[in-house]
């Protein structure tokens, strides 16, 4: 029995902090006015990249610099949480809550990828612009159901990244693996390319963040199949070409359009029932 009651405190302590934080991200989203850690990573990267990224030894370099940024977010969040729990309980738990408020993008990603299937069913000018405001390339060009597949590429995209693999690091390596993945993210997303400049000082930095995605990638694939409840989407999650939208492939983005909005009524409904 006491063993029992050991483990119940357990995982209490484990999942307290992360519901609270999301139900802040259900209903702040990604406020624009709060300061964001990752602002201070790219910062740091940026400082890196600029001094190092130069002369001979540029994949050396860029390798040793991804490792030491990660260690050492990973060690400053283990002594600060170390610390808070050093003075009070109740600063722990608010510093835990905020970081891991931090590094969860769920709420925001799912608005704006419904918010394009709406925008183009309204018209196809108006569904380019919004789907610009999520992708990186020129949507100028693109058809109405091509629109639609680069919200759905984005959405699967980034719910790892933004949910699934933070989570999936929270449960291995607690707050401080999160910032650590946010970390390595970032270091990706800042130097992990293959042109001229990033092709050697930023190898190891995406080869590392291919490692880190290596499983939560294909935990969110599995699970956007399992909630769309079409699970011969499992073939098309296999194939690494990329081809031409057929209607069959329309109607699992429809499915998917679909379990998108299930997961959003579902947390709305939840967090009503939180506040009862």
């Known amino acids: 029995m006491e063993d029992i009651i050991i483990f119940l405190g357990i ?12 139900l802040l991200d259900h209903w702040l989203g990604d406020p624009v006015w709060l300061p964001h850690p990752v602002v201070a990573f790219g910062k740091a990267i940026s400082f ?11 994949f050396l370099k860029g390798a040793v610099m991804s490792l030491v940024l990660v260690a050492g977010v990973y060690l400053l969040t283990l002594f600060l949480l170390r610390w808070a729990a050093h003075y ?37 000018e108006e569904g380019r612009k919004q789907v610009a405001r999520i992708v990186g390339r020129d949507t100028s060009g693109l058809s109405a159901q091509e629109v639609r597949t680069a919200a759905l590429e984005t959405l699967a995209e980034n719910l ?4 699934i693999a933070p989570l999936f690091w929270y449960m291995l390596l607690g707050v401080p693996g ?20 990033y092709r050697r000082f930023g190898c190891f930095a995406a080869r590392l963040d291919d490692v880190a995605n290596y499983i939560p990638a294909r935990l969110t694939a599995f699970l ?10 499992l073939l098309f999650v296999g194939k690494e070409k990329k081809q031409k939208p057929d209607k069959k492939c329309q109607e699992y983005n429809e499915q998917l359009l679909i379990s998108c909005e299930r997961v959003d009524i579902m947390s709305s409904k939840a967090s009503e029932r939180q506040l009862e």
């Open 11 to 22: 995982a209490f302590n484990l999942n307290l902090p992360l519901l609270t934080a999301w």
């Open 48 to 58: 890196c990249e600029h001094r190092l990224n130069k002369g001979n030894a540029r």
């Open 224 to 233: 956007m199949v399992a909630v769309s409840g079409r699970f011969p989407l």
């Open 160 to 163: 790892s990244d933004g949910v």
């Open 178 to 197: 999160m910032l650590a993945y946010k970390m390595i993210n970032t270091l990706d997303s800042m130097i992990g390319y293959r042109n001229e400049r």
């Open 88 to 124: 009070s309980p109740g600063l722990l738990l608010t510093l835990q809550v905020l970081l891991i408020f931090y590094c969860l993008a769920g709420t925001t990603l799912v608005r704006e990828v419904c918010g394009v299937f709406k925008a183009v069913d309204r018209s196809l």
